[in-house]
């Protein structure tokens, strides 16, 4: 059974600086992960993903690392925009479902 | 990315009526489609996983009568609502992925009310 955390409920960065999304998961068999972004009333949207092959993907002003002897992964956005606030969610690939963190919600200051 | 399209985008309903969600992928072919429930500030909770052409497969605690989800084709599963109580208000989410270790790509929600 796979149990994917995200400790952070909330997080406040300013404009420009840097977001750092942690995320924990407790079975190593399923080394796929996931970011997923969330407005309010909508469904997420794919941010970024990570397989056990790599420690670090990176698209744009997003990275996300996976630290597999700690099961530890997290998401950098950097510079962080206002837009940019909203719900974060990691998410496990186990096969044929995911498993969701609790989110954490960036709040990114102008 | 791949385009998922859910319908209607938000629902009332007097109680004891059934309401019917349609999640249809777009652009791709989704073998397996996935139901899920988020209640105010809590993470997206899996109700049902479903591959096209056979039952759906429920989460421990989902009632699979009161909620009836139909995959009969590769590009559209609808979620039944039957019998709605003011309790079953909620944000129903689908999703849908065209095989295993890919991306599952979301519909916009809907949010049902029943008064």
């Known amino acids: 059974d796979q149990q994917v955390k995200q400790n952070s409920p909330s997080l406040s960065v300013q404009e420009g600086r840097i977001s750092i999304l942690n995320c924990d998961y407790t079975?190593?068999?399923?080394?796929?992960f996931l970011w997923y972004k969330k407005y309010p009333a909508e469904g997420p949207t794919f941010l970024i993903s990570?397989?056990?092959?790599?420690d670090k993907n990176e698209d744009g002003r997003f990275t996300v690392f996976l630290n597999k002897s700690a099961k530890h992964l997290s998401l950098h956005i950097v510079p962080s925009q206002p837009g940019d606030s909203a719900v974060y969610f990691c998410?496990?690939?186990?096969?044929?479902?995911?498993?969701f963190g609790g989110g954490t919600r960036l709040m990114v200051k102008p | 990315g791949a385009v998922v399209s859910q319908h209607p985008s938000w629902v009332i309903c007097k109680s004891g009526t059934s309401v019917k969600i349609e999640c249809r992928s777009l652009?791709?072919?989704?073998?397996?489609m996935f139901w899920y429930r988020q209640f105010p500030k809590q993470s997206l909770m899996l109700m049902a996983t479903?591959?096209?052409?056979?039952?759906?497969?429920?989460e421990q605690g989902v009632e699979k009568d009161k909620f009836l989800i139909n995959h009969a084709s590769l590009t559209l599963s609808t979620l039944t609502v039957t019998s709605a109580h003011p309790e079953d208000s909620s944000f129903y989410i689908c999703?849908?992925?065209?095989?295993?270790?890919?991306?599952?790509?979301f519909g916009q929600g809907t949010r049902l009310t029943v008064v």
């Open positions: 999703s849908a992925r065209s095989g295993m270790n890919t991306e599952a790509f």
């Open positions: 079975n190593s068999m399923f080394d796929y």
């Open positions: 990570i397989s056990s092959i790599k």
């Open positions: 998410a496990n690939n186990a096969g044929n479902m995911l498993t």
């Open positions: 652009d791709f072919q989704a073998t397996t």
């Open positions: 479903s591959n096209e052409g056979s039952k759906a497969t429920y």
